[in-house]
């Protein structure tokens, strides 16, 4: 039995690989479970033993790179005595890393910004999309009113606002940079915007 677990999960995960280059080279929306399951070298039913439809396979996909993108900011406050500005600065520039460094990161990044029809059956992943942003937001909410708790960020700036600002400013570059990787170097444009805004911040005093 434990075998015949294993042997799942392996074949789950051979459909994972499969679907993350085909829907990279035909686009979503072009891609049917068959065409997925043949360059998986299995049958349809392999592929509804594991996933209710496409878009549950699609959510799936994205399990796999979202996870290491909001790890980097779910634990900005818990890490009592360093600076949670500093704090929120290394967690933004962790998640363009990994999307520079890993390949599966990278691919599946692009897949979701340039090939996703958010419409009819994948309409829950735009759904899904929203959950993981409004996640992201509110841990930079609550690094912000830590940092103003400790007097190192002005008291006069909304904690939203500031959360939604730094999310327009990391997903815009990272929607930029996935048009044409070789634009500008993703991570140092990151570092140096954050720095920008960041400052303009930080407390007077």
């Not at 967690?91 to 691919?107: H, K, N």
């Not at 409004?134 to 959360?163: D, F, K, T």
Request: proline share 3%; hydrophobic share 45%; aromatic share 4%.
């Amino acid at each position: 039995m434990r075998r015949t677990k294993e042997d799942a999960q392996l074949t789950r995960e051979k459909l994972l690989d499969t679907a993350e280059v085909v829907f990279s080279n035909k686009g979503v929306a072009r891609t049917s479970l068959q065409d997925i399951a043949q360059a998986a070298g299995m049958t349809r039913g392999a592929i509804y033993w594991h996933f209710e439809d496409k878009a549950a396979l699609f959510s799936a996909m994205m399990d796999r790179i979202v996870t290491p993108m909001e790890e980097a900011l779910k634990d900005l406050t818990e890490h009592p005595g360093k600076d949670p500005m500093f704090q929120l600065r290394e967690a933004m520039l962790m998640s363009l890393r990994l999307i520079t460094d890993d390949e599966r990161t990278r691919r599946v990044m692009g897949i979701a910004v340039r090939q996703a029809p958010f419409v009819g059956e994948m309409a829950g992943a735009l759904e899904r999309r929203l959950e993981v942003h409004l996640r992201c937001r509110g841990h930079i909410e609550s690094a912000v009113r830590e940092a103003q708790a400790l007097g190192v960020a002005q008291q006069s700036v909304s904690p939203r606002s500031v959360a939604t600002s730094i999310m327009a400013i990391i997903t815009g570059l990272i929607d930029l940079w996935m048009l044409e990787p070789s634009l500008f170097p993703l991570v140092e444009a990151g570092q140096q915007a954050l720095d920008v805004y960041l400052a303009g911040l930080r407390s007077a005093g």
